[in-house]
């Protein structure tokens, strides 16, 4: 199971702010992901990376953009914080070349923007 | 046409019984089921994942697949009170740049009542 930590762990903050969620994890998983999730909603892909100094984006257009400089640390920048970006933001990884592709998910940043 | 669907639930069983949770999904060629459960405000948690047809069981969990129908099921027997959560259905396709994904499903809500 993979160590992988998420903060902030709560976000309220202003519109037009400027905000990055951190994401780390120790397992040296080279996948990274990054979801948004709105309550009894379903999960939806934003960004994700399969390893350093590449990031993809996902299905959810969030005016949002990522960097992977470090195996580890995959941080999610907004540049100007709107109140439709209030969600839930999980971080998953999983490991390169692993054959089942499992991911593990960190415990989620709850953002709210006002 | 969504790549992976559940119902959506509520399901509601007594303590001791067993639960029967469905997922379908549309690209045939996919070779990774996963379920996740994920409790009210928390990330999800996976907790089985199969790859060939039949049956894997772990403790009081039970996955299934069938390829040919396209169909991946979870069983849980003794129910819990514990046990009520949303379990979320995930399947990893390969296709493109979208090599090893995973695409989720709404979620099925269940509770179970003492």
């Known amino acids: 199971e993979a160590d992988i930590y998420q903060t902030p762990r709560y976000l309220v903050i202003g519109t037009g702010k400027k905000i990055t969620l951190e994401c780390s994890q120790t397992?040296?998983?080279?996948?990274m992901y990054w979801y948004q999730q709105d309550p009894g909603m379903e999960l939806h892909l934003i960004h994700y990376?399969?390893?350093?100094?590449?990031?993809e984006k996902g299905d959810l257009s969030s005016e949002s953009t990522v960097s992977r400089i470090r195996t580890e640390h995959f941080p999610l920048t907004l540049e100007s914080a709107r109140p439709s970006h209030t969600s839930q933001y999980l971080c998953?990884?999983?490991?390169?070349?692993?054959?089942?592709?499992?991911?593990?998910f960190g415990p989620g940043t709850r953002l709210t923007v006002t | 046409q969504k790549e992976v669907e559940q119902n959506s639930g509520p399901l509601s069983v007594p303590e001791g019984a067993i639960a029967s949770l469905n997922c379908t999904y549309s690209?045939?060629?996919?070779?990774?089921f996963f379920w996740y459960r994920q409790y009210s405000g928390k990330s999800p948690e996976l907790i089985m994942s199969?790859?060939?047809?039949g049956d894997k069981e772990d403790g009081r969990f039970t996955a299934q697949l069938n390829k040919a129908s396209q169909y991946v099921s979870l069983l849980i027997r003794d129910s819990q009170p514990s046990d009520s959560a949303t379990y979320l259905c995930?399947?990893?396709?390969?296709?493109?740049?979208?090599?090893?994904?995973?695409?989720f499903g709404r979620g099925t809500q269940l509770t179970v009542w003492p």
């Open positions: 995930a399947v990893k396709v390969d296709r493109g740049s979208t090599l090893g994904r995973l695409y």
């Open positions: 690209d045939r060629g996919s070779q990774s």
């Open positions: 397992m040296g998983h080279d996948k």
């Open positions: 990376s399969y390893g350093v100094n590449s990031t």
């Open positions: 199969i790859y060939s047809n």
């Open positions: 998953a990884s999983s490991e390169q070349g692993g054959a089942y592709d499992e991911q593990y």
